[in-house]
């Protein structure tokens, strides 16, 4: 359980950081076709100024936006390039190594509910099934400690047959002996084990 807890967090991480290296490459192209609107957007108001139709006030602000969205483009580039860094060391890679990511993003329906993913994790999680497992050796041991206190029944029985042909004589013969032992009195020590054992159990 500890090893497939391992696998699986490694995994997810991996997931993870691909997953940022992705979303930044899309925010990227966000940004970039947003520069390019907003440039287009700069090339418009520039051709209404000189025609007279706007003032021209309307062109600085125009700069200022495209200012604006190129360097969110650049917090885009740089985001993105941290992803990567970040996903090179993970798997200690060279951060000087150049890689290429060809995954792409999915984006597809989630339509479970919350009580079927809490369902999932509670059956299938590494970490509750040890747990399980802790609780299930803490009632063991419990009733281990309880068995000692316990009265022990013990029967046993003997059955005899004898036949003597000449004259017939038949014989028959049985017995049955029983015992029960019952501890009195051991000094408080199972009453220390069991609750040793019980709180173990709970602590588990």
């Not at 495209?66 to 200690?92: C, E, H, M, P, W």
């Not at 029960?180 to 051991?186: G, H, M, S, T």
Request: hydrophobic share 40%; net charge positive.
């Amino acid at each position: 359980d500890t090893f497939d807890a391992g696998v699986l967090s490694i995994r997810a991480q991996a997931r993870s950081l691909y997953y940022n290296v992705m979303l930044e490459e899309e925010t990227i192209r966000v940004e970039e076709r947003k520069i390019a609107s907003t440039q287009k957007l700069l090339d418009v108001t520039q051709a209404l100024v000189k025609a007279g139709k706007s003032a021209a006030i309307e062109t600085m602000r125009a700069k200022l936006r495209l200012q604006t969205d190129g360097r969110l483009l650049r917090n885009a580039t740089a985001a993105r390039d941290k992803a990567v860094l970040s996903a090179k060391n993970f798997i200690y890679m060279p951060l000087d190594q150049p890689v290429h990511f060809t995954s792409s993003l999915q984006f597809k329906p989630f339509d479970l509910t919350a009580d079927r993913l809490v369902q999932y994790a509670v059956l299938h999680q590494p970490q509750l099934s040890t747990l399980r497992r802790k609780q299930e050796l803490a009632k063991l041991d419990y009733d281990v400690s309880v068995e000692t206190t316990r009265p022990a029944l013990s029967i046993n029985g003997t059955y005899g047959y004898d036949k003597t042909t000449s004259p017939d004589v038949y014989t028959h013969q049985w017995s049955w002996t029983g015992t029960a032992n019952w501890l009195f009195f051991d000094s408080f020590v199972t009453r220390d084990k069991v609750r040793s054992a019980r709180h173990e159990g709970i602590e588990k």
